[in-house]
């Protein structure tokens, strides 16, 4: 299945099922929005927006609290 032109926003995506996620919707062409809530999970969503990149994707990190969408932030 193609995702070329689409955009894949997947919460908790940088480490876990949630890396698992980003990378398989990443592989199938989708720019993958990689989703991180605690302070202390971003170095992973940034380092997964890496490896999507170094494999020639398209992804961006953003910090959020999911249950409060006023406070998203882009990062």
């Known amino acids: ?3 070329q032109g ?3 926003l997947v919460t908790g995506g940088g480490k876990n099922l949630g890396g698992l996620i980003s990378e398989q919707m990443a592989d199938a062409g989708a720019t993958v929005a990689v989703h ?3 302070p202390g999970s971003k170095k992973s969503a940034e380092n997964m927006v890496k490896a999507i990149e170094k494999k020639g994707g398209k992804a961006a ?6 249950a409060k969408p006023a406070g998203m932030v882009w990062c």
């Open 6 to 8: 689409e955009v894949a």
């Open 1 to 3: 299945m193609s995702l």
């Open 61 to 66: 990190v953003f910090q959020a609290n999911t």
């Open 36 to 38: 991180y809530n605690s």
